[in-house]
């Protein structure tokens, strides 16, 4: 008997006893169900019954703190009078960005709902489902958050769901794939995530106790303190105890959620360094980034059904090589055509003052002659090492830890 074959059996006993420690049968799987339920419907309901006060708050300027930082959508006096002056209504455009919002929250709520019908079985996959529901719920179009500001009543609701959502989300990171907190020292970090997420919504999310301290302060305790304590633990649990299974698995969601922030990351990065001046450019820019990035954020519901559900599909090292290395090109061109366009425009301007339509044509035409060549070498190279990886992705597949 040859050392991987004892190698592969090793790892599938190893993946086959964590998913023990997060299979629920009997009463357990019934109590988890109903509590599932219990909770994902009514904050649906919640969902459903604040897109009429959503619709009614981005068509008027916002005019506090809570509806201009963060309900998405809301736009300023001067931007409702650029909008206007461009013929488009206001109403229009709260009808289009509601329809399209809602859309990219039934997406997360989908993905959510089909784990929690194909593994229900599983409380850490109920958990994953749990997240994607609340979280789309209130990150996209936040009609949640746009009924506590219209009825003061629902406060109490609306920020139970958000306090879920935020806490349901930093929980799944820390204990995915396998269902522990490691090191044990994270459930310290786990209980100030907890009492974060009270402070910042409670009394009431357009009121919570947290609105008047500092920003920075604000920033390190929501965002900070727990995206680093996830990035630590994924690290940890990734050299020191998961499983070539539970490795494939953490490299999907990694996969997903680093396309998503490159994304996001790229386009602050392009509003930066070419700003648009003007009202009706800036208009248009912030409703492109009210596009773009609920679309970007997208990849990581996506990235974490598929590590649930088909991470076996594919073989997730040919994906990250290919994207590495694709993207890798796509960056040198760009930076390559931007640098000749300005390096040519400043050239042709001191010489015969002709405007930037010389500078793009040769660009351009330098970029293609480039593309090319450095295309066909990239391909070949890569599907000769993927070729050969996937061969011994076939031959000896990852144990699975359900055996689906």
């Known amino acids: 008997m040859n050392r991987s074959y004892i190698e592969q059996k090793s790892g599938s006993h190893s993946a086959v006893s964590s998913a023990a420690t ?49 309900v998405a959508g809301v736009l300023t006096a001067k931007e409702i009078q650029a909008l206007t002056t461009s013929g488009f209504s206001v109403s229009a455009y709260a009808a289009l960005l509601i329809i399209f919002l809602t859309i990219l929250t039934f997406l997360w709520c989908g993905i959510g709902f089909l784990i929690f ?47 879920l959502g935020y806490v349901s989300l930093v929980v799944f990171f820390l204990l995915f794939p396998n269902g522990r907190l490691v090191p044990r020292w994270m459930g310290l970090i786990l209980l100030l995530v907890v009492i974060t997420a009270f402070l910042s919504n409670f009394p009431s999310p357009t009121a919570p106790f947290i609105e008047q301290w500092p920003a920075w302060l604000s920033s390190l305790l929501i965002f900070l303190v727990p995206l680093s304590a996830i990035i630590v633990s994924q690290i940890y649990r990734y050299r020191r105890i998961s499983t070539p299974v539970q490795r494939q698995q953490t490299k999907w969601i990694v996969f997903g959620v680093t396309m998503a922030a490159g994304v996001v990351i790229g386009l602050t990065a392009i509003g930066l360094l070419f700003p648009i001046g003007g009202n009706a450019n800036a208009l248009g820019l912030t409703i492109l980034a009210n596009i773009l990035f ?26 990250i090589n290919r994207t590495l290395v694709y993207g890798s090109l796509t960056a ?68 699975s830890s359900d055996g689906r």
């Open 294 to 319: 609920p679309i970007a954020v997208l990849l990581i519901p996506l990235s974490i059904g598929f590590s649930i559900l088909r991470y076996r599909l594919y073989d997730i090292d040919v994906l």
């Open 22 to 70: 997060t299979r629920l049968s009997g009463s357990w799987l019934i109590i988890a169900r109903a509590v599932w339920l219990a909770l994902v419907i009514p904050s649906l309901g919640l969902f459903v019954a604040g897109l009429p006060a959503y619709n009614q708050l981005i068509q008027r300027a916002c005019g506090d703190t809570v509806s201009c930082n963060t």
């Open 117 to 163: 019908w194909r593994r229900s079985d599983d409380w850490l996959a109920l958990l994953a489902a749990f997240f994607l529901v609340l979280f789309g719920i209130t990150s996209s179009a936040n009609p949640v958050l746009a009924l506590a500001v219209a009825y003061p009543a629902l406060a109490l609701p609306a920020g139970l769901v958000g306090l």
């Open 332 to 399: 040198l061109l760009a930076l390559l055509y931007f640098g000749l366009i300005f390096s040519l425009q400043a050239l042709f301007q001191g010489m015969s003052h002709q405007n930037n339509a010389a500078a793009i044509v040769v660009s351009t035409t330098v970029v293609q002659e480039t593309m090319q060549p450095a295309h066909a070498s990239l391909w070949l190279r890569p599907s000769e090492h993927d070729g050969k990886h996937q061969a011994s992705w076939r031959a000896n597949p990852p144990a």
